[in-house]
């Protein structure tokens, strides 16, 4: 089984479960770079404000992954504004994922559930969508149980 981890992380959160993911099942790590700094939490929140008003694109700096070569791909990211941060979305609509199996995990402070599974799902076409992690500060879960329960 081929195993492929594409995420972003800005803090480190999203990060810590993209490595225990990695250390589960060994899988090659695709860690998604915009080709602008962000720089922290508030300069980040003003900068990507910005970038919706003025509907500007942010591409990413690493290649599109060959989702061909792989069977499950496991998709994370933070919610930024409610959903998939919107940099991270056109890369991954880049990797042209079609008709695979994916799995997403997601952490936020508080919400962007529902909104990021649907981001999932437009930009993954005719894939299965199974297992999604979804994690923030009012709704904790445990990655490392969901990781461990984990059957591909
Ligand atoms: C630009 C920006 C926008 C954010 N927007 C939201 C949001 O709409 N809802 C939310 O619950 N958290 C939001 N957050 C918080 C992050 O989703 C949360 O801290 C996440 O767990 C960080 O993951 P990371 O450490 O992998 O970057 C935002 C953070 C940033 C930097």
């Known amino acids: 089984m081929n195993c492929a981890i594409i995420y972003y992380s800005q ?3 999203t990060k810590k479960i993209a490595e225990m993911l990695k250390k589960k099942y060994g899988a090659d ?7 602008k700094e962000y720089g922290g939490y ?3 929140v003003v900068k990507v404000g910005a970038e919706k008003i003025k509907k500007e694109k942010v591409e990413s700096k690493i290649i599109p992954v060959k989702a061909e070569k792989y069977d499950v791909i496991f998709i994370g990211f933070p919610v930024w504004y409610g959903s998939m941060p919107p940099f991270f979305r056109e890369y991954v609509l880049s990797c042209k ?4 199996t994916v799995i997403p995990f997601v ?7 529902a909104s990021s599974l649907k981001a999932v799902k437009q ?3 005719n894939c299965e969508i199974r297992d ?5 500060s009012i709704n904790k879960e445990d990655p490392e149980k969901w990781v461990e329960a ?3």
């Open 11 to 13: 803090s480190g959160k």
């Open 29 to 35: 790590m695709y860690f998604v770079t915009p080709n």
């Open 42 to 44: 508030i300069s980040s």
């Open 97 to 100: 994922i079609i008709g695979k």
């Open 107 to 113: 952490t936020a402070s508080a919400g962007g559930k």
């Open 123 to 125: 930009s993954c076409p």
């Open 132 to 136: 999604y992690f979804f994690s923030s």
């Open 150 to 152: 984990l059957i591909l």
